[in-house]
């Protein structure tokens, strides 16, 4: 092609654009429910259209916020080198103030919350121990929001331990515990991909159990569960002189379950029975530097979890349910996780969910009447109890190459709202305590970042900020509790 053979086509190119820029519908040419076709119209090709991200500076201030190590099991989905170029008001992690973004009651009716102060100021007094069961997607995995919540909480009103976790390990990082599992172990769920050949529902308060088949069961290598405390736990997760094992054995075949310090065995115990629940404890004068459990026999049990915690004080437990809505609490045995809950002595649930519906839901108040559901359940079971719901966090969807809020991200959020103010229960907007709309980007774009570049997930330093405003927010409401005369 010759020279000006190359010239016409690119001047006929760009008139051709140009004009198809002029007539081409702003909204896009709708071929699918989900597939549209989309043009830059004349107006976006000569203007700046940089999205207007949030102002976080009032967010951003002295952070008490400790520094630990940081592990991150979440898959980035690109690096940071590879994002446009956006002009944006970045998250200053060294200077994040101490704002509390409140927590809103129904009706400002605080008695349940009030009742939980009450017994956690008598927790020392009464050497009892309360649980405090935190549930989520996966922006709470890892330990990585209730680790710091928890370690607070145990430092101002005592407990220890990194508290209920499941027998397997879910993620390779070691962040409050160490565990390890022998044998042919196997994850049983109430949410995501149900196995139906089960038959039954009963997954405890963790929604799910582990366990294994006795006719795979090589006798050199027996099945068990060994835990270690973790060097890069928070100080207080490292401490605990009270084991627990929750478990069931549906069969009448033989089991035996060993209990080990070191390499000491400590216990022993045979069941030939059935047993639909049953709780095994151990006490310790010290943290053991290595507890192990060892099962042989016929039974093929269901190990519901393991608690490790000190006898007296805080406990609170890590659940992050990858992949859920938060709709599961209907959909399991209540009779078992009622009587799990009492075993445990709960006293507060938080349910922070949101986030795994935003892209995809369309029918709000529907959304809104089964997450309504829900908490009717759990309040059927734990009608006393303190509960948090946590609405999702901010999440960008790329947009004509800026990075923009979910546009359903609001209605998500005012469906969970509506639903647990309704239902009596208090909520914690986790969108607007971060910054409200487009206020991810600035999370992503911090220096260091507190967001991965997925711009859905906080990363461990992001967590743990949101984990302290959380926290804030919570022990502003006990501080006036007790201004107020308790």
Known sequence: MKPYQILVFFITTVIALFTLSLVFPEDGVKISDELSLKFLTFDQLIKSDSAAYADISEIIGNSGVEEELEIDTLTIISDLTELVAIDTLRADADSLKRITHLIEFPANDKRNFNQFFSNLESLRSKKELMRILHYGDSQIETDRMTGFIRNNLQKRFGGSGPGLIPPVPLYSGKMSIRQESIGQWKRYTGFGKIDTTIGHNRYGALISYCSYDPLEIDVKSLPALEFRPSTIAYSTAR????????????????????????????????????????????????????????????????????????????????????????????????????????????????????????????????????????????????????????????????????????????????????????????????????????????????????????????????AKIMAEMMYNALIYEYNLWVLEGR
């Open 239 to 462: 401490i605990y002189n009270t084991i627990s094992v929750y478990l069931s054995k549906p069969d009448t075949g033989y089991l035996s379950i060993k209990a080990f310090e070191e390499d000491s065995l400590i216990d022993k115990l045979g069941f030939e029975e059935s047993i639909k629940y049953n709780k095994i404890s151990w006490n310790f004068v010290q943290t053991p530097k290595k507890f192990s459990i060892e099962f042989e026999g016929k039974a093929r049990p269901e190990i519901y979890g393991i608690s490790l915690d000190n006898s007296w004080g805080v406990a609170m437990d890590n659940i992050p349910l990858r992949g859920s809505a938060g709709l599961v609490f209907s959909k399991i045995d209540t009779m078992q996780l009622r009587q799990m809950y009492e075993d445990m002595n709960v006293g507060m649930i938080i349910l922070q969910f949101g986030g795994n519906v935003v892209p995809y839901m369309k029918n709000f108040k529907h959304y809104e009447n089964i997450f309504k559901r829900e908490l009717k359940v759990i309040k059927s079971m734990c009608p006393d109890i303190a509960i948090l719901v946590v609405g999702p966090s901010d999440m960008s969807i790329r947009e004509k190459g800026q990075y923009i809020t979910y546009p359903s991200l609001e209605k998500v959020r005012n469906a969970i709202r509506n639903a647990s103010i309704d239902s009596g229960c208090a909520f914690w907007d986790m969108y607007e305590a971060m910054g409200g709309n487009n206020s991810m980007p600035s999370w992503v774009f911090a220096e260091p970042p507190l967001a991965i570049s997925d711009f859905v997930h906080l990363n461990s330093k992001g």
